[in-house]
C-alpha cells in the first residue's frame, strides 16, 4: 500500500496550489480520503474528506470556500486545490485513507507534502 502526496513548494499568501495523492495497493474507490495537515509544533488538524464515490464532501471551517477536495478514482488519485492560502497555513499536508468493514477499520498515510506560505 502506498500513498504519495506531491504538489506542495513555497507559494506567496493569497496564491494557490494543486496537492495530488496517488494511491496503489488498495481498491481506492471503496475508501474515504482525507487530507490532515500539521503545522510546524502543533497537532494533526483535518483538512477535508470525500466519500469513495465523491459525492459526499466535507471541509473544516477554516479552509471552507477556499479549498477543494476531489478525486479521480480511474487515477486512483485524491487532490486538493488550494485558494488565497494564509502563512498560518503552512503545514505538512498528509493524505489519509480509511474504510471500515465490519468491525475493522484500515487506514493508510503518506509521508506529506511541505506547504509553505511566505513572502
Known amino acids: 500500500v502506498q500513498l504519495v502526496e506531491s504538489g506542495g513548494g513555497l507559494v506567496q499568501p493569497g496564491g494557490s496550489l494543486r496537492l495530488s495523492c496517488a494511491a496503489s495497493g488498495f481498491t481506492f474507490s471503496n475508501y474515504y480520503m482525507s487530507w490532515v495537515r500539521q503545522a510546524p509544533g502543533k497537532g494533526l488538524e483535518w483538512v477535508s474528506d470525500?466519500?469513495?464515490?465523491?459525492?459526499?464532501?466535507r471541509y473544516g471551517d477554516s479552509v471552507k470556500g477556499r479549498f477543494t477536495i476531489s478525486r479521480d478514482n480511474t487515477k486512483n488519485t485524491l487532490y486538493l486545490q488550494m485558494n488565497s492560502l494564509k502563512p498560518e497555513e503552512t503545514a505538512v499536508y498528509y493524505c489519509?485513507?480509511?474504510?471500515?468493514?465490519?468491525?475493522?477499520?484500515?487506514?493508510?498515510w503518506g509521508q506529506g507534502t511541505q506547504v509553505t506560505v511566505s513572502s
Open positions: 470525500i466519500a469513495g464515490d465523491g459525492g459526499d464532501t
Open positions: 489519509h485513507a480509511g474504510v471500515t468493514e465490519g468491525i475493522l477499520t484500515y487506514e493508510y
